[in-house]
């Protein structure tokens, strides 16, 4: 399989291209011993943001559990900063691999403001700063979550997530069910966060135009395997490439099953 191309502009000032944070060598990851995810080998750099797309039961969520620590691999190594990840979720997540789980993990019987306090951290990054990102939040922190809108429910999921200042920030469809008119506003927030705070992003998003749009590469599975990996840029220019990986009529190296 192809490790994507990585942009240009994941550097670290001018000193040579900068490790990767988070890394799959050959990841192979399932459910009760049944293989969902074969073989897989990503990195994802400092700043980057990684679109990671595919079609229902691809293996998407798996993939990105597994980064969490959620799921043990069956073969292969996934490491964040350079160590490997492993089932201790929490000390993970202390290690700034952050997941944005496809429920956005939010208490809808608490306020904004109570939702974001309990995901403070030492270290992390102050709410006001959050609220800076998302000033609709502020407007509405006495609101109870399960009164917001679908769009303000995934402004405070990411905001939420953004507090613990991730190194590695894993966001799993956050605009499920939402208008794509909501994720056009709030993707480019995203890649705007992204390049002010270094953070690497693995974005799974069924809106694959607006994900390309804002992403520096991307991955596209089916059935598990790696169909079309490389820039955002060149998959962009090449959308029925895209749309054929989708079907698993890639032709590549990696044949679906
Ligand atoms: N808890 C589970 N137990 C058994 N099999 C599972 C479980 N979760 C997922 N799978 C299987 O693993 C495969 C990959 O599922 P996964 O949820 O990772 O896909 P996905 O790309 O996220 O799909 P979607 O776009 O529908 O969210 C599918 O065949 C699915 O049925
Ligand atoms: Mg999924």
Same mark, same amino acid.
């Given at each position: 399989?192809?490790?994507? *191309?990585?942009?240009? %502009?994941? *550097?670290?000032?001018?000193?040579?291209?900068? !490790? /990767?944070?988070?890394? +799959? %060598?050959?990841?192979?990851?399932?459910? +009760?011993?049944? /293989?969902?995810? =074969?073989?897989?080998?990503?990195?994802?750099?400092?700043?980057?943001?990684?679109a990671l797309l595919g079609p229902?039961? !691809?293996g998407k969520t798996t993939t990105l559990l597994s980064a969490v620590g959620a799921l043990p691999v069956m073969s292969g190594t996934i490491t964040a900063m350079g160590t490997p990840i492993d089932s201790r979720v929490?000390?993970? @997540?202390? =290690?700034?691999? *952050?997941?944005?789980? %496809?429920? =956005?993990?939010? +208490?809808?019987?608490?306020?904004?403001t109570d939702n974001l306090r309990l995901a403070r951290r030492k270290g992390g990054t102050p709410i006001?700063?959050?609220?800076?990102? +998302? /000033?609709?939040?502020?407007?509405?922190?006495?609101?109870?979550?399960?009164?917001?809108?679908?769009?303000?429910?995934?402004? #405070?999921?990411l905001a939420k997530a953004l507090l613990t200042k991730p190194s590695v920030l894993l966001i799993d469809e956050l605009s499920m069910g939402l208008a794509?008119?909501?994720?056009? %506003? #709030?993707?480019?927030?995203?890649?705007?966060? @992204?390049?002010e705070q270094n953070m690497a992003v693995v974005l799974v998003e069924q809106h694959i135009d607006l994900a390309l749009g804002i992403a520096d590469? @991307?991955?596209?599975?089916?059935?598990?395997?790696?169909?079309? @990996?490389?820039?955002? =840029?060149? #998959?962009?220019a090449g959308r029925d490439r895209v749309e054929a990986a989708y079907f698993g009529r890639s032709g590549g190296a990696d044949d679906p099953e």
């Open positions: 399989m192809t490790t994507p *191309t990585v942009s240009d %502009d994941t *550097t670290t000032g001018g000193s040579g291209p900068a !490790a /990767p944070v988070l890394s +799959f %060598d050959k990841v192979t990851v399932g459910h +009760f011993g049944v /293989p969902a995810v =074969r073989e897989l080998s990503i990195d994802v750099h400092p700043g980057e943001i990684l229902n039961g !691809a929490e000390r993970n @997540a202390r =290690r700034g691999v *952050t997941l944005v789980p %496809d429920n =956005r993990g939010l +208490f809808h019987r608490l306020s904004v006001d700063v959050v609220y800076e990102y +998302f /000033p609709k939040l502020q407007t509405l922190r006495g609101r109870r979550c399960g009164n917001l809108s679908g769009g303000e429910q995934q402004m #405070l999921a794509p008119v909501l994720v056009q %506003d #709030l993707l480019p927030r995203l890649r705007a966060i @992204a390049d590469s @991307a991955v596209v599975l089916h059935h598990g395997r790696v169909a079309l @990996a490389g820039s955002a =840029r060149e #998959l962009r």
